[in-house]
């Protein structure tokens, strides 16, 4: 149980272009879920919470306009990398909590297998 | 924001040696949880743990809350064991959002 997926796993493209990352819940709901980036060999840095039927908040020193996020159902998240340059190559990760209130682990995160973006 | 520090920053071990992994945190915590990155960058969970002890096989972990600390245990180490361990931590303060941040990490490298 618990599973969050992520697609695309790999994708590489232009300066200048938009790409679309998505996150899902497989098995459960999730009001909340994470976006965060990690650079080679360093730790994760959360780039923002983004719950359900509302607006993400933002970490500060992420631009909200070039990451848009957008979390349209209870599965569902998206992070959109908005006119792509080179310094935003990353690793991107996504987690999502299914906890419930009153429930022991309701603050767990569960995570995604990664987005590798490229961009050249 | 909270604080969160892993020690050591790199481990190398013989297979079948046991090792401690310790994550100090500046805070009181909601939320604590233990990862093994595998080499294609999927983090694993391996114990929610704001406090209290726990066992999963050859795996323990064991938070101190009142100490701000939790310290991972890896028996009979295996070459599979090999990665990076984070430890995470959400903050009292953050509330419902409990949202995470990370340690450096510890980098485990087990020779056969």
């Known amino acids: 149980g618990a599973v969050v997926s992520q697609h695309p796993s790999r994708v590489i493209c232009k300066s200048g272009t938009s790409v679309k990352i998505e996150c899902r819940s497989l098995d459960f709901q999730a009001t909340t879920m994470f976006w965060y980036r990690q650079f080679p060999k360093k730790s994760l840095m959360l780039m923002a919470t983004s719950n359900e039927g509302s607006k993400a908040t933002y970490e500060q020193g992420v631009e909200k306009d070039k990451f848009l996020i957008n979390h349209a159902s209870l599965t569902l998240s998206t992070l959109t990398v908005t006119s792509a340059h080179p310094e935003d190559s990353s690793f991107y990760i996504c987690s999502a909590r299914p906890g419930e209130v009153g429930l022991a682990g309701y603050y767990e995160q569960y995570f995604g297998p990664g987005t590798r973006l490229t961009v050249t | 924001g909270i604080q969160v520090e892993q020690s050591p920053p790199d481990l190398i071990l013989q297979e079948g040696a046991n090792s401690t992994l310790r994550c100090n945190f500046s805070?009181?915590?909601?939320?604590l949880q233990w990862f093994h990155q595998n080499p294609w960058g999927q983090l694993i969970n391996l114990f929610y743990?704001?406090?209290g002890t726990k066992q999963n096989g050859r795996l323990s972990a064991t938070t101190v809350a009142t100490e701000r600390y939790s310290l991972l245990y890896i028996s009979s180490s295996q070459t599979t064991d090999s990665g990076v361990y984070f430890c995470?931590?959400?903050?009292?303060?953050?509330?419902?959002?409990?949202?995470?941040?990370f340690g450096k990490g510890i980098t485990l490298s087990v020779r056969p």
């Open positions: 743990i704001p406090s």
């Open positions: 995470a931590v959400g903050a009292r303060v953050t509330g419902a959002n409990s949202k995470l941040t």
């Open positions: 805070d009181s915590v909601n939320n």
